[in-house]
């Protein structure tokens, strides 16, 4: 099978990196830039790299592109990948707005291959998990999602917050933060299903800051529960928290560390309850944080291990010939969520 | 003639800056804003540009100039970061003054772009490079790929290029520590205390670098810019730490061969343990702990005897006599 990955900054790396572990694949790499395709290509020891996408689609001919570039791009990108009868597998966000979305999804179903947004975190080890849970029955029914990201986006070196060349994010509606909505609407229509409606807070906290805003609130009302979104560019440390709360249990994830702890009715006498959900919690964090600290010693750090599943899975179903691991009404659904989000921030 | 410097607004920048006047050309002179440059003082000849070569109108940059002296770089962050800020912007540059007509270069470089395995006795300008790139730090893959271009572009379009890769720089100003040891604590444990470092004042290095620009023995050639090898790790760490150019207390000598051989133990227990992409500290990393440590003697006769480069400040004698500095 022949592979395009076309843009190659700093999260095609990280499709190299899978992309070498898949066996039977033939990569090449585009940029515009001939420097970074060529860099590329000789740190995974790609036998072709291109400055020209037209140039890639008519010699290599591939049978699915990966397209890492910035969002602006996308669209135009994937649509010709598509029409050139490759599948295509998109950077989050998939397109700069819903409508966007819409084009891209047409122009697959149109030339009848699969179009998938890298939406990594649904397929991280401790969602799965938990996603098992539900499965079984262990969990209950799921109530309410709690998910918050707390980077610094606006640090010191932060390629958000560079003046000098500002990060495309900045043409988002909500600017950089509007690159991390993919994660928190995923996992909200992963858990509690399409949202119907959404109230946002978007807030500068930081006046000094390069950010157009650097806090975001979200109460959602979904088909089956409730989700709170959040993102903070100031709070400490980096974390990406999601608790998910349901009729037996609650899951807790730390998901930049692939943690998860399980609260829930022990059986017998309640009063010990709280001490067996304490043990039990203890037990959990010291096991993921030597999990996390061997992972990060051993170069594959869990924060990159839903895209590596999701990636698998994706190559997977293209060799089985059955559907891929995101369906276009799971896209449909986060990119919706998102377009509610940022509802009015691009008129004010 | 009218030069265009980047990176104008640091620490060798500005030696640049003054250096490039002296010997009568004309300086542009690009400076960031908010990236710690310190402004420079202006004077007949100097013309200061506030910009990034990553957003910066690179055609009107690069206007009426005769030659560019391209010293901007990154010196933090990790391989792709440093890609991200040293060479992408290098390779606009370069392809500007392909638009533009511009056909002479003087790329600042390092000497950590060499191979410091491959030396038997001597590093000079024609020990090999580092091929093993993914063995070595962010910076030296960045300034190699940074170099690897300027080469490629100056042998394409027929341009003028010199090399200049400078040796510890140091001044009044700022002395790094980087290249003598590793700190712990108030403690500064000085790598291989007898070896010599291949110490270049700034002000002699920028007038190095500015003698390449007109020089036509320079046109194709590098040079390492390097003061003199006179000075122990030892001894320099000391007297930092006496005037007080480092917040180091005390020194503690490791034998070169002692620290090189925990590298390669601890590198060898850590890849059982973890498997071969282990991430380990750069000490750690028996290649970059050869690069930084190893004992080698620094010649500097190819810059003097073709650009007819005095050493204006040797190290030993600046030390002894700071006011000199």
């Known amino acids: 099978m022949k592979v395009a990955v076309v843009g190659a900054g700093r999260i095609a790396e990280q499709h190299l990196r899978v992309l070498r572990e898949i066996e039977g694949l033939e990569v090449g790499v585009c940029d515009r830039s001939p420097a970074a395709a060529e860099f590329a290509a000789e740190r995974f020891a790609l036998p072709r790299h291109y400055d020209d996408f037209e140039r890639l689609l008519d010699e290599m001919r591939p049978d699915v592109v990966h397209v890492t570039t910035p969002v602006d791009a996308h669209v135009a990108l994937a649509s010709r990948a598509l029409a050139r009868g490759a599948h295509v597998l998109v950077e989050k966000p998939i397109a700069p707005c819903h409508a966007d979305w819409l084009t891209l999804c047409e122009a697959a179903a149109s030339a009848q291959r699969w179009l998938i947004e890298d939406q990594p975190y649904p397929f991280s080890p401790p969602v799965q998990r938990v996603l098992r849970l539900i499965e079984s029955g262990e969990f209950g029914e799921v109530v309410h999602v709690d998910a918050m990201i707390c980077l610094d986006l606006a640090a010191p070196g932060s390629v958000f917050a560079d003046v000098h060349a500002p ?182 | 003639m009218r030069v265009l410097l980047t990176g104008a607004g640091g620490f060798l920048g500005r030696a640049t800056v003054r250096a490039l006047v002296e010997q009568g050309h004309s300086v542009r002179a690009l400076l960031r804003p908010a990236a710690g440059s310190q402004p420079i003082p202006t004077s007949a000849g100097v013309e200061i540009r506030w910009g990034d070569l990553r957003s910066a109108n690179l055609d009107d940059l690069l206007a009426d100039v005769d030659a560019v002296v391209h010293l901007a770089a990154a010196f933090t962050g990790d391989v792709m970061e440093q890609f991200q800020k040293t060479v992408l912007p290098t390779e606009a540059l370069l392809r500007a003054m392909a638009r533009v007509g511009t056909r002479c270069l003087v790329l600042v470089s390092t000497l950590s772009v060499y191979d410091w395995s491959a030396p038997a006795r001597e590093l000079t300008e024609d020990s090999p490079l580092e091929r093993r790139l993914e063995r070595r730090d962010a910076y030296t893959v960045s300034k190699t790929w940074q170099e690897r271009l300027c080469r490629r572009y100056a042998q394409t379009h027929g341009w003028r290029l010199c090399v200049v890769r400078p040796g510890f720089i140091w001044g009044n100003e700022r002395a790094s520590l980087d290249g003598v040891g590793v700190r712990a604590g108030s403690s500064l444990i000085v790598n291989g205390p007898l070896r010599r470092l291949p110490l270049v004042h700034v002000e002699s290095c920028a007038e190095c670098i500015a003698l390449c620009v007109a020089s036509e023995a320079a046109h194709g050639q590098t040079f390492n810019a390097i003061d003199s090898d006179d000075t122990r790790a030892w001894r320099y760490a000391g007297e930092l730490i006496r005037r007080g150019q480092s917040d180091a207390r005390r020194r503690i000598p490791l034998p070169y061969h002692l620290g090189l051989g925990v590298a390669i133990a601890v590198r060898a227990l850590a890849r059982a343990l973890f498997g071969p992409d282990v991430q380990l500290p750069g000490i750690l990393i028996p290649e970059r702990y050869r690069a930084r440590f190893r004992a080698l003697r620094f010649p500097n006769q190819k810059a003097i005897a073709l650009l007819g480069w005095k050493p204006r400040v040797h190290a030993e004698s600046a030390r002894r006599d700071p006011r000199r500095a």
């Open chain 1, 167 to 348: 990060h495309p994010s900045h043409a988002q509606p909500g600017g950089p933060i509007s690159d991390f909505l993919t994660h928190l609407a995923s996992l909200c229509s992963l858990f509690v299903g399409p949202h119907a409606a959404a109230r946002t807070l978007w807030r500068k906290r930081n006046p000094q800051s390069a950010l157009p805003f650097d806090e975001m609130r979200a109460l959602v009302e979904a088909e089956r529960g409730t989700a709170t979104l959040a993102f903070s560019a100031s709070s400490r440390p980096d974390a990406f928290a999601v608790c998910v709360q349901g009729t037996r249990m609650t899951a807790a994830m730390s998901l930049f560390e692939g943690g998860l702890s399980l609260q829930r009715r022990w059986p017998g006498n309640p009063a010990w309850t709280p001490l067996a959900n304490g043990i039990a919690t203890g037990g959990s964090h010291a096991a993921d944080a030597l999990r996390s600290l061997h992972a990060k010693l051993s170069g594959r750090p869990l924060v990159h291990e839903g895209l590596r599943e999701l990636i698998r899975r994706f190559y997977s179903a293209l060799r089985a010939g059955a559907a891929p691991p995101l369906r276009p009404e799971q896209i449909d659904a986060v990119s919706r969520l998102m377009a509610e989000l940022t509802a009015g921030l691009a008129e004010a």
